[in-house]
């Protein structure tokens, strides 16, 4: 029987392919959000969640205007290490 050594859980960020779906540019996001173009880069160039001043705040608007649920936006992944 296989022992668990570590279990390893992975959340990552999707917001790149999010927007890639729906067709929108950071540019355009950015100004539906009234922040900056390079702010909306960095959070989609990035794999971890940000750290949003209001995540709230900010995820509402997010799934708002991406016309998606926070569940589009972040996945989660269980990797286990097993040993033989």
Do not use: H
Request: charged share 25%; proline share 4%.
């Amino acid at each position: 029987m296989a022992t668990i050594l570590q279990v390893q859980p992975v959340i990552r960020w999707k917001l790149r392919s999010v927007m890639a779906d729906r067709k929108m540019t950071a540019t355009k996001l950015a100004d539906l959000l009234s922040v900056n173009r390079v702010t909306v880069s960095g959070w989609a160039n990035s794999d971890v969640i940000p750290n949003f001043s209001d995540t709230n705040e900010t995820l509402n608007k997010l799934c708002y205007y991406l016309k998606c649920s926070p569940e589009e936006l972040i996945s989660y992944t269980r990797d286990e290490y097993l040993e033989d």
